[in-house]
């Protein structure tokens, strides 16, 4: 993984806990949803199908994205494969342009933003929400539980 993004600036120099701070504070809602955070990373359990959802922040890559993420003490292993078999269904609910997955996550969704202008912060702390709760209910749709 690259360090520097396309303006020269390492990842190492994103206040992360500044934005994490900041995404709590706009979505205390969240809080209580939270399998696991890290520098990176704030995972929402989806404990009903022992997925985790991952929102992350990739300031060396300029985008913001969600997937469905790992967590072996939340029982979110294995996600991609077994949830390979309702890929199609999944992504056709979430309606994805291909400019906005990267090919390695499985089902994903990324926006491309410039992650160190602290002004764009509370609209990538909305969108990873937003998004996040897309996927929510697309899988909920198709695995058939509330």
């Known amino acids: 993984m690259n360090e ?4 020269g ?33 704030w995972q929402r359990g989806l404990p009903d199908f022992a997925l985790v ?6 300031p060396a890559q300029n985008h913001v994205g969600v997937f469905f993420g790992r967590n072996e003490k939340f029982g979110a292993t294995e996600s991609w494969s077994r949830l390979k078999p309702f890929q199609p269904a999944i992504e056709a609910r979430l309606k994805l342009k291909p400019d906005q997955s990267a090919q390695d996550l499985g089902i994903n969704s990324l926006w491309h933003v410039n992650c ?3 002004d764009n912060w509370p609209a990538m702390t909305d969108w990873l929400v937003t998004e996040c709760s897309r996927f929510e209910e697309a899988v909920t749709d198709v695995l058939g539980q509330k």
Do not use: K
């Not at 520097?4 to 303006?7: A, K, M, T, V």
């Not at 994103?14 to 990176?40: I, K, V, Y």
């Open 116 to 118: 160190y202008a602290e």
């Open 53 to 58: 959802l991952s929102m992350y922040v990739a």
């Open 4 to 7: 520097f993004d396309f303006g």
């Open 9 to 41: 600036r390492r990842a190492s120099e994103f206040r992360h806990r500044g934005f994490w701070a900041l995404f709590a504070e706009r979505h205390p809602e969240e809080r209580p949803r939270m399998a696991r955070r890290g520098p990176w990373f």
